[in-house]
């Protein structure tokens, strides 16, 4: 879910308790919507992250390393000059918003002690994060909002902060006795729907959550309750908002039965009673390891969102010419019946007559010498009627030999193409997207980057395969791309290590490095499963996987990258399973 009110109060407490009184160190800006804070607080070294984008705004402690761009943005910019060396006042929530402001003491331009506060707002696609002045203004922020965007609230450098438009109470100022006087009064909607839309940072899952405590049903309207339900609503907002005063946090990320992700939360949750809990110490650690996966496939989708449109482009491409090569075949599959009726003119030559509109022949090229049809050119003579035949044989024969390589060469650039798709899916972070972007450069899809005179390339991250350890203690690697494919099949592999790949479909190549020694059946298994799982039968059941020594595979010169053919290979039949590859043992 996205982060609600009790979340934000959770996380405000770690960051009040793990930072205040500490020092801005260093400041990044590694995406357009997104800071990082260096903070040395309390003897250590801490990442702060707050980011506004719209799928998952969230502040938390992190521990992932970031990229940054080489040259700071102007907001980044802007809160060095301001923040830089400060010190850490404290966090706030205000009105259990799903609002954090953190106050920082700094020097001013004219060397003056004043307090800055940087606001962020993890409010869906409306979120933002500001930097306010002494004064309550507006110093700036990751989105500019001006009149043009928002009539309702304007967010620019020197305009005046005001807080999101509301309206709801804070739910941590109302007592049990107020709470009910609330619910008494919205007898015209549900329960559930009554609580969320009456108190700030109170989301709908925490106000199924209250109903689910107090056992009473969320879509029951306010007239419909006893006083006994109404008792138990009190009791169980009490009990909530209790929690949330003292600290008493139970943070936990919920797991369906397939073992995916499915909710986190900062206190636990009867309505996922019976789904698999992991419990966590920090609110920070949970929320990172909660968006590690969902924001990043996120980010990762929007970076390779031009290559995803590329490939596909021409997919679509080339699924055009071979609907076209079809037809084609279609057009000329009379093309032996071409070459019949010329050389049936030319063995009746001499019952033929110039001005003849057909000739009925015997066919005794067919099993029951049945008579044929063949219409005549009457402005033509019998020989070139004959020869019309055999040249239309002949062209469409010269059709058919083009045909053949041009379908051969449009079905291996499909292959190729769904290929590189199915390594998108598995970019993991900015370097595997390089490696495909730069070998979609090198295949003539997109343009090389030119690099001007005296500019320097850029080095980069090498992206690396993916490393797992079977139960048997075996390395297994997985290809990412075909590049990778091509430097564990070609390069890293030994002669005798065994190779997996699934068949006939594009999908990673899978090496079991064995040092010389026989890999026991189970982890030719789980190698089998992770090939089949990186593959594009992922969805699909008993994905066939081949496996063979490495020394017999080989890759055709001029062949495209990840493009190999192996011989005496083994099949295994594999249904994947994303549970099962998770317990799979990722390699240190």
């Known amino acids: 879910m996205p982060m609600d009110g009790v ?15 500490g020092r801005v160190d260093k400041i990044f800006q590694p995406e357009r919507d997104e800071i990082v804070l260096s903070i040395r607080a309390k003897g250590g070294n801490h990442k702060l992250l707050l980011t506004a984008e719209a799928q998952a705004p969230r502040i938390h402690l992190t521990k992932a390393a970031k990229l940054n761009p080489a040259q700071a943005p102007l907001f980044c910019m802007v809160l060095r000059k301001h923040l830089t060396g400060g010190r850490i006042i404290g966090f706030e929530q205000p009105d259990f918003e799903r609002i954090v402001s953190m106050q ?5 331009e004219m060397m003056d002690l004043s307090i800055k506060r940087l606001v962020v707002e993890l409010m869906g696609k409306h979120s933002n994060i500001m930097l306010l002045g002494e004064n309550g203004a507006v110093l700036d922020c990751v989105k500019r909002i001006s009149a043009d965007i928002s009539s309702v609230r304007v967010m620019l450098p020197g305009v005046k902060y005001l807080p999101p438009p509301g309206g709801k109470a804070n739910p941590l100022n109302f007592s049990s006795d107020e709470f009910a006087a609330v619910i008494e009064e919205s007898g015209s909607i549900r329960i559930q729907e009554a609580i969320f839309k009456s108190f700030n940072g109170i989301s709908p899952l925490m106000a199924s959550e209250i109903c689910e405590e107090a056992d009473v049903m969320a879509d029951n309207y ?26 008493s946090f139970r943070m936990g990320i919920y797991y369906d039965e397939k073992g995916k992700m499915k909710d986190f939360s900062s206190v636990s949750l ?22 590690q996966e969902k924001a990043g496939a996120f980010r990762l989708a929007q970076k390779t969102a031009d290559l995803r449109k590329i490939l596909q482009n021409n997919i679509e491409r080339c699924a055009k010419k071979a609907n076209i090569y079809m037809k084609t075949l279609d057009e ?24 003849m509109t057909s000739f009925k022949a015997q066919n005794y090229y067919s099993e029951d010498g049945c008579e044929i049809d063949i219409d005549l050119n009457p402005l033509m003579t019998p020989s070139e009627n004959a020869q019309r035949y055999y040249k239309k044989y002949n062209k469409q024969k010269r059709t058919l030999a083009a045909l053949s390589d041009q379908i051969k060469a449009n079905d291996e650039e499909l292959s190729y193409l769904d290929g590189v798709l199915s390594g998108l899916s598995l970019a993991a972070d900015e370097s595997d997207i390089a490696d495909i972007r730069e070998e979609l450069a090198q295949s003539g899809f997109i343009k090389k980057k030119r690099v001007g005179k005296g500019a ?5 991250k090498k ?32 002669a005798g290590d065994l190779w997996l790949h699934a068949k006939d479909m594009p999908g990673s190549h899978v090496i079991i490095s064995s040092n010389g020694k026989q890999p026991p059946e189970k982890t030719i298994y789980e190698a089998a499963h992770l090939a089949a799982y990186y593959s594009k039968g992922k969805n699909s059941t008993q994905v066939p996987v081949d496996y063979t020594l490495k020394r017999n595979v080989k890759k055709p010169n001029g062949a495209k990258p990840g493009y190999v053919i192996y011989e005496a290979n083994k099949t295994a039949y594999i249904t994947p399973d994303e549970k099962f590859v998770k317990e799979v043992k990722v390699a240190p």
């Open 463 to 494: 992206s690396s395969p993916l490393h797992f350890l079977s139960s048997d203690g075996f390395d297994i690697y997985v290809g990412k791309n075909n590049i990778q494919n091509d430097f564990l099949t070609m390069r890293f592999a030994q």
């Open 7 to 21: 979340s934000v109060a959770s996380i405000v407490r770690e960051l009040n308790e793990k930072l205040a009184g």
């Open 332 to 355: 000329i599959k009379d093309r032996e019946i071409n070459k019949i009726k010329g050389e049936l003119l030319t063995a009746n030559i001499y019952s033929l007559k110039k001005g």
């Open 456 to 460: 320097k390339a850029q080095s980069r």
């Open 270 to 291: 009867s309505v996922y009673r019976g789904l698999e809990k992991k419990a966590f110490e920090s609110p920070s650690e949970m929320i990172e390891e909660f968006y």
């Open 222 to 247: 306010a007239q419909m309750l006893t006083m006994e339900e109404k008792l138990r609503l009190r009791e169980a907002f009490a009990s909530l908002t209790g929690f949330i005063r003292q600290g």
């Open 104 to 108: 920082v003491e700094s020097m001013s």
